[in-house]
C-alpha cells in the first residue's frame, strides 16, 4: 500500500525559501501523477502544483507560478516542492497526494484534489517575520 511522508516545512521570514519533500514507501512511484496541496486556517484547500513525470510539463496554481518549483526522483520515490519568495500568503499546511495514471492513459496531472487516492498527513509552512 502507498504511504506519503511530507517534510521539510517549518517556519520562514518572508522572502525566504523552503524545499518540501513528499517521500513515498510500499510502491514505486513511476506510475503515479504527484500534487502538492495546501490548506490556510479557515479555507478551503487548493492545489499548489503537480507533476505526472520528469519528462512532462508541471502544473503550478497561479498564486505560485515563478515562486515554486516541483520535481521528482523516481529512484529516490520522492517528489520535491522548493519554495522560494514566500509570503504570508503561503503559509498553510501542505500536504502531497498521489494519482495512479496507467502508462497507457494520456491524461496529465491535475489541480483538482478529487483523482487523488493517496495523501500524507501534512506538513506546516509558516510564513513570518
Known amino acids: 500500500q502507498l504511504q506519503l511522508v511530507e517534510s521539510g516545512g517549518g517556519l520562514v521570514h518572508p522572502g525566504g525559501s523552503l524545499r518540501l519533500s513528499c517521500a513515498a514507501s510500499?510502491?514505486?512511484?513511476?506510475?503515479?501523477?504527484i500534487g502538492w496541496f495546501r490548506q490556510a486556517p479557515g479555507k478551503v484547500p487548493e492545489g499548489v502544483s503537480c507533476?505526472?513525470?520528469?519528462?512532462?510539463?508541471?502544473k503550478y496554481d497561479d498564486s505560485v507560478k515563478g515562486r515554486f518549483t516541483i520535481s521528482r526522483d523516481d529512484a529516490k520515490n520522492t517528489v520535491y516542492l522548493q519554495m522560494n519568495s514566500l509570503n504570508p500568503e503561503d503559509t498553510a499546511v501542505y500536504y502531497c497526494a498521489a494519482d495512479f495514471i496507467p502508462p497507457a492513459v494520456g491524461r496529465g496531472c491535475t489541480l483538482q484534489a478529487g483523482p487523488y487516492e493517496s495523501w500524507g498527513q501534512g506538513t506546516q509552512v509558516t510564513v513570518s517575520s
Open positions: 507533476i505526472r513525470s520528469s519528462s512532462e510539463s508541471a
Open positions: 510500499g510502491v514505486a512511484l513511476d506510475s503515479y501523477a
